[in-house]
């Protein structure tokens, strides 16, 4: 009876045209191979750098209005006072109301040039209803005489706290003021955005300094 053979079994592939092309094709341009590679990877690397920056900035962004309180509406109207913010808040549908007096002013900046400013006036920093602020850098709240600059305002005006600011009213008096710190408030943009208007909030009592009456109109 004859042996069998129990050598292994050896089976030869044959690769097809097309892939010893693309393997030659690779050998003789690593460095291309390799920059493609990389180019690829960067590529996808950077995508989901951007998407996780704007999950982030979403999220602080929304984090940000929700700790504002942000105001559905806006009115501006002739001059009242507690009283009718108090009748507002009454109505069911009203979740927070609060009065302040807003006027429309202008600034010198450092440049010499004068810049369009709402000032507003606040009756209680440490107790905003709507459209908080969050203060940033130097004083809270401010005193009589004291104005707090939006800190995008702060920046495009090219102030810095601790500057003297002059104002001008509709009526063309001027006043000067004490650029004592800076906040941030969530519902502006940067002035280039809104007109090139800039923002500022001062203690009520700092509108009798200036010659004007501590009714709300907004």
Known sequence: MRGHDLSPLKVATVASPRWRKSL???????????????????????????????????????????????????????????????????????????????????????????????LRAISDFDAISVDRLEPEDGAWPPATGEVLLERLSLKDAGLSIGDRVTIALP?????????????????????SMADDRLNAYVALETLETIGQPAAFNE
């Open 171 to 191: 009526d063309g008096t001027q006043y000067t003021l004490h650029v004592a710190g800076t906040v941030y408030d969530p519902g502006q943009v940067h002035p």
């Open 24 to 118: 030659a094709d690779l050998k003789l341009s690593r460095s291309r191979t390799i920059l493609v590679v990389l180019s690829i990877a960067i590529g996808v690397f950077a995508v989901g750098a951007m998407l996780t920056s704007q999950a982030v900035l979403q999220r602080g962004f929304d984090e940000a209005l929700d700790t504002a309180n942000p105001a559905s509406a806006v009115i501006m109207t002739e001059p009242f006072d507690q009283q009718l913010v108090d009748q507002v808040l009454a109505l069911p549908e009203v979740g927070d109301a609060e009065g302040r007096p807003h006027i429309a002013t202008q600034v010198q900046g450092s440049d010499g040039a004068w810049r369009s400013l709402d």
